[in-house]
């Protein structure tokens, strides 16, 4: 499942290095993000500073789950962990506590991403190592030319659906464009133009 971020109010508990990894994430995906936490991290700092995120210069209080959609739980303290997450299963907010699978609602996959383009990866917090590796591997098969592909492929598809077709006409040319061969014609021309250029 992907979640649409964008705007919705989330909440850090904790602003060590792991934290600051989950708030730069939660940026990109143009979260609104709150986090609590008595010291920060550099970057973390640099980002209240200038207004990306709302700090709180505390410690952990229930009410900071107040009409969150997701909450991030990264300290160093099992005991506060648990209490996140009790309270944020009360309130109905969605709750990762780092590195602690039994007390996660949803986990960070690795991601793989070209354009609109990602590919997640997840071993439901069994083995983050593993799900790394196999973002390498997957980052070299899939190369930034999909980011363009991408881009293409959806230019084709509003196209086929401002005709009058028949439905499964529309299907099988919808998957013709997206094949392996089209790809292949798709990197040929893309390569001829930048040579011609």
């Known amino acids: 499942?992907?979640?649409?971020?964008?705007?919705r109010p989330c909440l850090v508990v904790g602003a060590g290095n792991i934290a600051e990894s989950k708030i730069a994430s939660l940026l990109e995906a143009d979260a609104r993000v709150r986090v609590v936490a008595p010291e920060v991290t550099e970057q973390v700092l640099s980002w209240a500073q200038s207004k990306k995120i709302d700090w709180h210069q505390r410690t952990f209080q229930h009410n900071d789950l107040e009409g969150m959609f997701l909450v991030v739980g990264a300290t160093s303290s099992r005991e506060l962990h648990e209490q996140i997450f009790e309270e944020a299963s009360q309130r109905g907010v969605l709750c990762n506590i780092v590195d602690v699978p039994e007390l996660c609602d949803f986990y960070y996959p690795a991601v793989v991403q070209r354009g609109a383009l990602q590919i997640a990866i997840s071993t439901a917090g069994l083995s983050p190592a593993l799900a790394q590796r196999l973002r390498k591997e997957l980052e070299g098969q899939f190369g930034p030319?999909?980011?363009?592909?991408?881009?293409?492929?959806?230019?084709?598809?509003?196209?086929?659906?401002?005709?009058?077709?028949?439905?499964?006409?529309?299907?099988?040319?919808?998957?013709?464009?997206?094949?392996?061969?089209a790809l292949d014609t798709f990197r040929r021309n893309r390569a001829r133009s930048k040579g011609s250029a």
């Open 145 to 181: 030319e999909y980011e363009k592909w991408l881009e293409h492929l959806g230019e084709a598809r509003k196209k086929l659906f401002s005709e009058t077709l028949d439905p499964e006409k529309r299907k099988q040319l919808l998957h013709e464009q997206a094949s392996e061969e």
């Open 1 to 7: 499942m992907f979640l649409k971020l964008a705007a």
